[in-house]
């Protein structure tokens, strides 16, 4: 009967949701690419680009791959690159298209030196070559990204340095000559040698502007984040506060006119936690997770509203999570989802709690306070995406979107298979699951 009085509240959270209408999509059609490890799980990529679709990911022998076809076609073409994975999960992959049809990849890296490919022929993976950069700062790299630019350039940005001793660095490239240089003359994020920020973004809301949301982080372990920051951008190469206070680069710990909430170190944030949304009047919502003045771990929304962030609490909750560790980490007692918007002025998020079980958040987007009432949500994927095929113990599904577009709006691509959860990135003991089937999933528009 432990908890017992905690019942009342779950209740009234799950009375909030009616989940009585259809899936979003419907499965069109579902093409398998290859057999993937199942033992750990690592982030692929999945690129869809005028008339070819890109997948990348590591084959049941841990080696980074990417396979290519015609969208017209069933058949694929594999390019195995010469880099091979561990077990660290942090070792995802990323891709993208420049302006003259040359595929770019990178992945595969934690702290290591830079790995990247590039296409010497568009559309044609066999002639991937690995190349260097810049040649600056590239032998302790990690979180790769691609990102396209307010004038279409391609930008790419990763780390420097190890968990709590890194910069953020990044860079642009030239599709004519062939050439990457530094989009600005250093970091945009320094630590100073003291901590390094872990970024969401930079994501282009809609109000025009370049956000990017981060937290610092003094150690590997990540119970030591802190201090949620925002900054925007028009170019990516001058910041600015929310409120339109110039931003000295690199930006610095110091500069608190970039804190959203200053959380210490401790303080029940972890980097990842945090999610952007954009509010009816463009403003940035941004969702995350913190302990309260009893310690108590709870739910905040925060706001610029009159001039300030303003933090709203979104949950009464009872209960610590205290978390700590380093390496790629299970559930840690908490896990929330982002935003989204079910009906105009009406808001809502999900939760998973280790001691008061997972619900849904409903708010009033005015004043982000907390509704009781119900609304109804629209499941994004059909219910036969849901259900494992592998009765192995633990097994989890693993999806990722789309970085391109069909070009078709009632069309959508996922890639999905099927892994044990995160081990802190060490071996696993057998009994071990066999390979899994990752597969192109094809999604239409529900009509």
Not at 169 to 197: M, P
Not at 208 to 221: E, I, N
Not at 261 to 276: A, T, Y
Not at 369 to 377: A, E, H, I, M, N
Request: glycine share 10%; with cysteine; proline share 6%.
């Amino acid at each position: 009967m432990k908890h017992l009085w905690l019942l009342p509240w779950i209740l009234q959270a799950a009375l909030t949701t009616v989940a009585s209408t259809p899936a979003q999509f419907r499965v069109a059609a579902s093409l398998d690419v290859a057999l993937v490890p199942a033992d750990f799980p690592v982030g692929f990529c999945l690129l869809t680009t005028g008339p070819r679709q890109y997948v990348a990911y590591y084959d049941r022998e841990r080696r980074m791959t990417v396979a290519s076809r015609a969208l017209d076609s069933d058949t694929w073409q594999y390019q195995v690159l010469p880099s091979k994975i561990g077990w660290d999960s942090h070792n995802y992959i990323t891709m993208a298209i420049d302006g003259v049809g040359q595929l770019h990849v990178s992945g595969n890296m934690h702290n290591v030196p830079l790995i990247y490919f590039r296409t010497e022929q568009p559309g044609n993976i066999t002639t991937l070559t690995k190349r260097t950069m810049t040649g600056e700062s590239e032998d302790r790299v990690c979180y790769p990204a691609f990102l396209t630019g307010p004038r279409g350039e391609l930008i790419f940005t990763y780390r420097d340095g190890g968990s709590g001793n890194g910069r953020r660095f990044y860079n642009q490239y030239d599709s004519e000559a062939g050439i990457w240089t530094r989009l600005l003359k250093g970091s945009l994020l320094d630590g100073e040698g003291l901590r390094n920020a872990y970024p969401l973004g930079p994501t282009r809301g809609p109000d025009g502007w370049f956000h990017l949301v981060w937290v610092w982080r003094d150690t590997p372990d990540c119970a030591t984040n802190h201090h949620l920051s925002h900054a925007r951008s028009k170019d990516l190469v001058h910041w600015e506060s929310v409120f339109g206070q110039a931003l000295e680069l690199p930006i610095k710990l110091a500069e608190q006119s970039a804190w959203v909430d200053p959380v210490p170190s401790g303080g029940g944030i972890v980097n990842g936690c945090e999610k952007l949304f954009f509010d009816s009047e463009d403003r940035p919502i941004i969702t995350y997770h913190k302990a309260d003045a009893d310690g108590n771990m709870q739910i905040y929304a925060a706001r610029p509203e009159a001039g300030q962030w303003v933090r709203h609490v979104l949950t009464d909750w009872e209960q610590r999570v205290e978390f700590s560790g380093r390496g790629s980490m299970g559930f840690l007692g908490i896990k929330i989802s982002g935003l989204s918007r079910v009906e105009p002025g009406i808001l809502t998020m999900t939760y998973r709690h280790r001691d008061y079980g997972s619900g849904r958040l409903v708010l009033d987007e005015q004043t982000l306070q907390r509704l009781d009432r119900k609304v109804t949500v629209t499941p994004e994927f059909p219910a036969e995406l849901n259900r494992l095929q592998s009765d192995f113990e633990g097994m989890q599904i693993q999806r990722k979107g789309d970085l391109g577009a069909s070009g078709d709006p009632k069309l959508r691509y996922i890639l999905q298979w099927e892994t044990l959860g995160p081990n802190n990135d060490h071996p696993r003991q057998p009994p071990l699951p066999s390979p899994s089937m990752l597969r192109l999933i094809t999604l239409r528009v529900n009509e």
